[in-house]
């Protein structure tokens, strides 16, 4: 099940008595949990150990609530009582949540219908939602957010809640107090500082470094790798296609005045249109990841070779 669909039924109070939730946003998640909760008029789910403690409860079955059994991954014992799920019509709402939930399992294909996965949102729609929440003064400094939370939306509202609060007391500007954070390690650039030095590696054409780290890649957070990947290059993308006076490149394009700095140090390896097939090839990856078209255990090799 697609995630428009879920959010159509509910715009048309339409009832879910069954669904299977996974995927690591689970700020978005919890955000579903709570329309649904006030779909069937109660104002917090209840929590359940195992399927059992439903499917065997009768006094359950007769009333009107929202019922969340989690569990980290799916057992053969779980794929017998999801079956008997499938067709209930009962005046409850049953989600089901794993934490992990391989998309190649014959489980997920069994009962893909009723799978719905909260992947960490892409980096435009997280602009868009988090834009009329904090006011910074480019671009730029809203991408650097959405990165060092690794497009994490819960860490993100969090920060922006740290930064508004402290710009209120302080009188100074979010971006000033953003970028003071950063410098004081109060707000913390990702630990992941391997996946920056790879996403370097590629962006320089190191084809030995990037080669001798790939291994080291495999069991990182595969579309956080790509995204980063692609934010790079984009930026790239900016500064070489920007036509105009340089002077004006930091207001036209929202590069923060630091990384045109930086970028006009480096000897850049790739022209325009290079640049703008890597960027709708990076993308097509990301989009085939999350859609389970190409194996994530090949994706990003498959990426970098292409880059490369």
Do not use: W
């Amino acid at each position: 099940m697609e995630l428009l669909e879920l959010n159509k039924k509910i715009v048309n109070k339409q009832k879910i008595p069954f669904v299977i939730f996974n995927g690591e946003e689970v700020k978005v998640r919890d955000i579903y949990i709570d329309k649904i909760c006030k779909l069937y008029n109660v104002k917090k789910p209840t929590y359940l150990e195992d399927f059992s403690n439903f499917l065997f409860t009768n006094n359950m079955l007769s009333s009107n609530n929202v019922y969340i059994i989690r569990k980290d991954t799916p057992s053969e014992e779980d794929k017998k009582f999801i079956s008997a799920l499938e067709d209930y019509k009962g005046n409850n709402s049953i989600i089901v949540y794993y934490t992990t939930l391989s998309k190649q399992s014959s489980f997920y294909k069994r009962f893909e219908s009723n799978i719905i996965t909260f992947n960490y949102l892409d980096d435009e729609i997280l602009l868009n939602e988090i834009k009329p929440l904090i006011s910074f003064n480019c671009l730029q400094d809203y991408i650097d957010l959405i990165h060092i939370c690794q497009n994490d939306y819960s860490r993100i509202l969090n920060e922006i809640h740290k930064i508004n609060c402290y710009s209120k007391v302080s009188n100074m500007p979010p971006s000033i107090i953003f970028n003071n954070f950063i410098a004081k390690k109060i707000i913390a650039l990702p630990e992941n500082n391997d996946i920056q030095v790879f996403v370097q590696n590629v962006i320089n054409r190191d084809f030995n470094g990037t080669l001798s780290m790939l291994p080291n890649m495999v069991d990182k957070e595969l579309i956080g790798v790509l995204s980063l990947m692609y934010a790079n290059f984009r930026n790239l993308f900016l500064y070489v296609s920007f036509k105009g006076d340089k002077k004006s490149i930091t207001k036209s394009t929202g590069l923060s005045y630091g990384l045109v700095k930086f970028l006009s140090t480096k000897r850049i390896m790739y022209d325009e249109y290079e640049l703008k097939f890597i960027l709708q090839f990076i993308f097509k990856i990301i989009n085939s990841v999350k859609n389970g078209l190409i194996d994530s255990d090949i994706a990003l090799f498959y990426t970098v070779i292409n880059i490369l």
